[in-house]
């Protein structure tokens, strides 16, 4: 609890959840409560890294393992092979990142 979450990555978590339900390539994206769980487990990340903030890269670095298993990719995405993972990782780099 220790940890601070600025506004800007609290409305960067924000807007990556949402978008992963507007992908197209995704039937399920993640809920509001993955948000919850990614915001907690990018503090936990930060405080292992023995800082008493979080940063993009603690949303970015944990946005994969948190979120994709959460994922259904439609029938066209799994024909074409394109898993929740390379989605996610896609709306990621996509997405802009927070500013000060």
Do not use: K
Request: no cysteine; aromatic share 2%.
């Amino acid at each position: 609890r220790g940890v601070h979450v600025s506004p800007a990555i609290r409305q960067y978590v924000i807007d990556l959840v949402p978008a992963t339900r507007t992908a197209p390539e995704l039937r399920l994206g993640a809920s509001p409560r993955a948000a919850l769980h990614l915001l907690r487990a990018s503090r936990a990340h930060a405080a292992l890294d023995e800082r008493d903030f979080v940063i993009p890269d603690d949303v970015q670095t944990l946005s994969v393992p948190v979120l994709a298993h959460r994922l259904l990719p439609t029938a066209e995405a799994m024909v074409g092979r394109e898993l929740p993972d390379q989605v996610l990782a896609g709306i990621v780099r996509r997405l802009p990142l927070p500013r000060r």
